[in-house]
């Protein structure tokens, strides 16, 4: 296995983020959703939301700065160069309407070398919370490294 500096354990400061409508919007249209829900206030008032709902993968959008900020940790040691997308798994709690301000913490849960495959994996989870501090969203972000063994 390669020599790995990567801190298992380690966890990130909040990365903060407030739903904006119009990033809503953006996203709803970006992925092809016609919910009017995602689209339109007076329909996501009539279904008794405060304002238009998140998409559920909207979850990229506001936990992307503390992936971020986890995966290019200089301690952590990914080399970008040689790194594929393995796998994302998400679960929600509720859903987030526009207005709402998020609070994510990510980790390094877990790094592995499969010496036969010559692959090492960055496993890194997240957890979101809102205002008053309960879990609305989990997620499991699983980034494989190539030819780390070279």
Do not use: C
């Not at 849960?109 to 989870?125: K, M, N």
């Not at 809102?130 to 190539?146: F, L």
Request: glycine share 8%; net charge negative; no cysteine.
């Amino acid at each position: 296995m390669p020599e790995t500096i990567a801190p298992v354990g380690k966890q990130y400061a909040p990365v903060d983020y407030v739903l904006g409508r119009e990033k809503i919007r953006e996203y709803a249209r970006a992925v092809g959703e016609t919910n009017p829900l995602h689209h339109d206030v007076a329909a996501a008032r009539a279904a008794g939301f405060e304002d238009v709902v998140a998409p559920p993968m909207f979850v990229v959008v506001y936990s992307a700065e503390a992936i971020g900020t986890a995966m290019f940790d200089p301690e952590v040691g990914i080399d970008m160069d040689r790194l594929v997308h393995g796998a994302q798994e998400f679960s929600w709690e509720r859903v987030l309407v526009a207005g709402e301000e998020v609070s994510t913490v990510m980790s390094l849960d877990e790094v592995r070398h499969v010496e036969t495959a010559d692959l090492t994996y960055y496993v890194f989870g997240a957890t979101t919370t809102d205002a008053a501090g309960e879990v609305v969203s989990t997620g499991v972000w699983t980034n494989i490294v190539r030819g780390a063994g070279e």
